[in-house]
């Protein structure tokens, strides 16, 4: 019993990590409509700035905020600069785009810091708490709650506030939106920032663990996809829930179906999707997209 | 594909006898003694060689998550013949000194561009060296047989570079898994205690290299028991429920064959969490005080264990001569500023100081005597091995280095011990 509550308590705090970044996809869907593969980059990138301040003096909340601020900056300008060229077209070229963007980031950053392992500092300490006769780091419980504060703000800003209505008009039909006199190119630098800057925090959170390397995000990426589409696109409640979930029957699977074991578990998320898909394609918790004819 | 590498073999020999032909008139010495039956012309020079200089190739990663320990593999060996160059080259065995030239391309663990980096290399190189990675080595194995191009003294500890009669034109340099599986089971079976054990392992052939080297050292032994054996994907992000199921055997041995840094630390990190401290066992490249034990807090535990052929740039060894003249030389010649992480930096430097061995013994420029000479290298005590160790590449089916030392970690570096405490 102690080992299978140990399991969940362990499944929810790897699928926090997952939902972080599954969160920042999240947001550029909603501002943007597209999926973003480098978000798990750009977020790599604003964590070695975070880093390469502390190992200057600076401390470390002051070196997060400031990567959070960097990240807005560049997330903006990825959108103005190199993006834009691409949204009026093909979906598809964008999103290879991101893929190039992802590949490019990583070089970059292999090629100013190495990709030895750095130690990057956590914000909350290992030290573990103990009830039921199970144990979780504070580590663990910090980024659970920051990942659960994150996704009541997000739901918030897209469900309660005009100027979330206004980003996922952007990304629903740009042109209509421009007509009905919102500023379409600012609204989608504002969506690419504000998606950045959650990935700064997604990356600060779980670098700690992974410890920091320009592929630190490349294998929870693949995972964060599962949660988005598992989710929901739309949805930030459903892909946290879906992460956690995740993360949860992975590890039971992996221990109590004999068959599947520690090999097969990787499987485990996408068998589950495919399930999942073939009877709600809009995800758990997604909104069907409706398209006007 | 057989008629292919024939034709292509034949084409080759008809090349080499071509060359022969036409650089008889100079470079010949010592003609008739050739009883090798080799299929290439006896004593004519092989490609990459001249009376001046020699050119050796690398395909190893150095971009991409395997990078790091990528670009040691490089650092160690240029830093190596950047100092004997320095001096003026290598004596070799048929008597000229030569410089050592070293062109490294990027395979970012790729086999397939690790294959169109040899294939590139090939022609302009005498030796393809220093490489790391299994699969990339393994990608360009038929071809380097085929064409009859040295893989020498490579970084994989997969057996099949050390086997003679499979892979003639290959020898691995680092000890095969098994090697260092081995020498930790040998010193937990002689402890003369009860020890119940628990295993973790990496879902390949890494792993269970480790694994099975392990088990053939306490197969008999009846104060071990191995009580769980469970295994992850090299592409995990986390292995806390396999620790979590680990931990609930209240084991007192840990045997973790873990090749990826982060995990290696989180898994220490975990134990400590769920309060099990048994005694760990790490491979030794994800053993280094620096990178792993250090952040995974390796110190609350009874005794982490790896095992070692090199000293160890940092810690206890920095005043070592032999540490101060490599460090040196890595700044100065191999562009790699930092005291390294990665053990691959040493042993990278290794493979510089018996390469130059295998040369001091060449008597013919041609890859093929430098294969006999590199096979009767023996009881070397290269710069920076510890004692206790040494290269010896007279032993078929085994590595250049295949003997290692058990170590203990004492909180800042390493000691080797004799006994399992």
Redesign the interface.
Known sequence: M??FV??VV??L??GS?YAAIALAIVLVHSATGLINFAQGGMAVLSVYIAWWLTTRGVPLIVALLVSIVFSIAFGALVERYLMRRFERGDPDTAVVVTIGLLTLIT?VA?WLW????Q?FPSLFS?D?VSFLGV???QRSLGTTAVIIVVMAALQGLFLGTKLGLALRAVANNPESAAFSGLPVGRLLMVGWGLAAALGAVAGALVAP???L?P??L???LV?ALAAVILGGLTSPVGVVVAAWLIGVL??LA??YVPFI???LK?AVPFILIFVVLLVRPQGLFGRKTVVRV | MNMHSRSRRAVGIALASALALTVSGCGREGDGGGGGGGSRAEGAASPGITDTTVRLGITTPL??????PG?CTVAGVTAWFGAKNAEGGVQFGDGKKRTVEIEALDDAYDPQQAKANYDQLKDDVFAMTAGLGTPTNRAWRDAAIADEVPQALIMTGDPLFSDPEESPWQLGFVPVYQNEGQAFGELLASSGKDHKVAILSQ?DDYGAGYVEGFKSAVEGASNIEIVEE????A????V???L??LA?TGADVMFNAMSL??LA??SL?KA????WKPSWFLPSNTSSPG?VLE?G?GAAFPGVYSVAFSKAPAGPAAADPDVVEYLAALKQYGNYQDPP??PHCQWSWMVGATLEQAFGEMTEPTRDAFMTALRGVSGFEAPLMLPGTSVDATQPGQPAVSSVVVQKFNGKGYGTVEAFE
């Open positions: 102690g080992t140990q399991l362990d499944g705090s790897a990590v070089g292999g190495t990709y030895n392992n130690q290992l573990t144990s979780v780091s663990q992974l410890t390397t592929g630190m490349d294998n929870a995972y992975e590890n992996a221990v074991g520690y090999d990787v | 971009s991409g998550a395997t990078a790091g670009t879902n469970l295994t992850y994907e592409t995990d992000t986390s806390d429920a396999q979590t199921q609930a840094v982060p630390v989180s990190q400590q969490q769920l309060n990178g952040p807090g992480a990665f």
